[in-house]
């Protein structure tokens, strides 16, 4: 008999201080004066919240966790294993997730990393999908996306407009009905040096000439085109369909990376649905990497908008270029 697993809980950790454009409006006044408001308009960002200086990513994760267990009345006790998915690490080494699991004191739960940028949520799923599906003595994994990027970049860098910090988590849990299902993926490594920290790894250690030169900081060397999501999205929701024998028709929601609106609205006429069946949040919660499919999908539950029975495709996209996507039937198991 297959295993299944599905979806018990959700979480998020917004922290508290929020960062408005007209920030970015005064930062830039001199410099680009028409910025902020062309990329307010285009991808829908309108403010964004920054963690305290005393604060590193596994923070952010380990409270989105925790809230995440409380809605489903558990403790970290029940915890087999501890997925985090970020490319903004508290350290190269080790890893972020062994991090938080003694932050959690999750003392029973083994863990590992994802680090596909914005695709790592749903990369994760898949992967604890797998792992629960071949390990029966494992009932629950806890997955976890984080994301604090603006502590890694120049804040006088453009980009910076987009980076919110934040965290989502999921409960999984064995199930007797299906829950998570099959994933689909794209990558292209020639676009690998577009958008990165070009010092600090084994390419190039980090050192003084490096970090007066920037380079230990995330750049966006080159712009990715257009059609990478407005092409590749639509790919990885066909995957998607083709992989579950699904119709585009079947699938009640969709949660696509929230980097730009008006791509995701461009996307959703090229797919012939309508806008209504994509959710978004990063008008409120600004661009949120990692996180970002997680707190939408958080906010999608608790919005009332997504129900028991009911199939999300979520679609993530980040720099290397990572592409991921994974289908899940929402369970009568969800805590809403």
């Keep these: 008999m297959s295993r299944y697993v599905a979806i018990r809980s959700t979480g998020i950790h917004v922290p508290e201080i929020e960062v408005p454009n007209s920030v970015y409006r005064a930062r830039f006044a001199a410099t680009a004066p028409d910025f902020v408001d062309k990329m307010e308009a285009a991808a829908g960002i309108r403010t964004r919240w920054h963690a305290p200086e005393h604060e590193a990513t596994s923070d952010l994760a380990t409270k989105a966790a925790r809230h995440a267990l409380d809605r489903a009345g558990l403790t970290a006790d029940d915890i087999d294993l501890i997925l985090v998915g970020t490319d903004s690490p508290d350290y190269i080494t080790p890893s972020t997730s062994v991090i938080v699991q003694q932050k959690l004191g999750a003392t029973r739960a083994g863990t590992f990393d994802v680090g596909c940028a914005c695709a790592s949520f749903p990369t994760a799923l898949s992967a604890a999908n797998g792992i629960m599906a071949t390990n029966p003595w494992m009932r629950r994994v806890l997955v976890i996306g984080a994301y604090m990027m603006h502590r890694l970049a120049d804040e006088n860098d453009q980009m910076h407009f987009f980076y919110g910090d934040g965290a989502g988590a999921a409960v999984l849990e064995a199930s007797d009905e299906p829950g998570l299902m099959a994933a689909a ?4 490594g020639n676009y690998a040096r577009a958008w990165f920290i070009a010092s600090g790894g084994t390419v190039e250690p980090a050192s003084e000439a490096s970090v007066r030169a920037g380079r230990t900081q995330v750049r966006m060397v080159d712009k990715y085109p257009p059609e ?3 092409v590749g999205w639509p790919a990885v929701v066909q995957g998607l369909l083709e992989h579950n024998n699904l119709t585009l028709d079947a699938i009640d929601h969709f949660v696509f990376t929230q980097v730009r609106k008006r791509t995701i609205e461009k996307v959703m006429r090229g797919l012939g649905q309508p ?3 994509a959710h978004t949040v990063m008008e409120k919660w600004g661009y949120t990497g990692s996180a ?3 707190m939408a999908l958080h906010d999608l539950i608790t919005a009332g908008k997504a129900k028991p029975g009911q199939l999300v495709a979520m679609v993530g996209s980040g720099v290397g270029y990572n592409q991921a ?11 809403r």
């Design 228 to 230: 990478i999501n407005e």
């Design 292 to 294: 970002c499919i997680p």
């Design 325 to 335: 996507g994974i289908v899940v039937r929402l369970t009568d198991a969800l805590v």
């Design 185 to 188: 993926y794209r990558a292209d």
């Design 275 to 277: 806008m209504e069946k």
